[in-house]
């Protein structure tokens, strides 16, 4: 059965660097979306992504994060200067794109520690 | 803005007994319901989702899920907990327009006792 795969599965990087989370969705999959979970709270909405571009950010995403998908399999994520509140479970997650088909298939999630 | 809400945080049953998990949604429009379940160290797996048609909805692992409009809620039950249910389980609404981004509950954990 396809599914959502995310690299790496830990990442632990210091304050201030840049760090790129990467997905590959499932194939023929149009939507794309990443969503975090900081320890012992709910998973958040970030951003989605369709057609090449963002079609919904949250206030959580904001200049520091970006979004790409650079190829027709790998779907990106960038922090481009990691702060502590950071650290969290980041999962990608992506859905057909047909009408009625809106349920989404997460990956396993990164563990990210900002140090 | 579309929420939802998971009064119990924690949840205890016995293997063998039945369980029914609590989810209630605020949306303005016809809702589309989802239940999750995350074990430890693992993503989010889906278990049943919910558009529309028949209130009664059926998904994996044995679980079902009840929309009910009048009581804004979507509770997920099994009949018969098995030990490997124990997980933490979250509900889930989709946002109106095309991208349908889901708002996620706070969850509930399932603990099985033997």
């Known amino acids: 059965e396809p599914e959502v795969t995310q690299t790496p599965s830990h990442q632990v990087t210091q304050m201030g660097q840049e760090v790129i989370l990467r997905c590959v969705p499932i194939?023929?999959?149009?939507?794309f979306y990443w969503y975090r979970q900081i320890l012992g709270q709910k998973v958040e909405f970030l951003v989605s992504?369709?057609?090449?571009?963002?079609?919904?950010k949250s206030e959580i995403f904001d200049d520091q994060f970006s979004v790409e998908r650079p190829d027709g399999s790998n779907f990106t994520l960038k922090i481009r200067s990691t702060k502590l509140e950071d650290s969290a479970m980041y999962f990608c997650?992506?859905?057909?794109?047909?009408?009625?088909?809106?349920?989404?298939?997460f990956g396993p999630g990164t563990r990210l520690t900002v140090t | 803005a579309q929420s939802v809400t998971q009064p119990d945080i924690h949840i205890t049953v016995s293997e063998g007994a039945s369980l029914e998990l609590r989810c209630n949604y605020s949306?303005?429009?016809?809702?589309?319901l989802f239940w999750y379940v995350q074990s430890p160290g693992q993503g989010l797996q889906l278990l049943l989702k919910?558009?529309?048609?028949?209130?009664l909805v059926q998904g994996i692992k044995g679980f079902e899920a009840e929309f009910k409009r009048s009581q804004s809620s979507f509770n997920l039950r099994k009949p018969s907990v098995h030990w490997s249910d124990a997980a933490e389980y979250f509900c889930?609404?989709?946002?109106?327009?095309?991208?349908?981004?889901?708002?996620f509950g706070s969850g509930t954990q399932l603990t099985v006792l033997p």
């Open positions: 997650a992506s859905r057909p794109g047909l009408a009625g088909a809106y349920e989404q298939y």
């Open positions: 194939s023929n999959h149009l939507y």
């Open positions: 992504f369709y057609n090449n571009e963002i079609s919904e």
């Open positions: 949306y303005g429009a016809t809702p589309y």
């Open positions: 919910y558009f529309s048609g028949d209130t």
């Open positions: 889930a609404v989709g946002a109106p327009g095309s991208a349908r981004q889901l708002t």
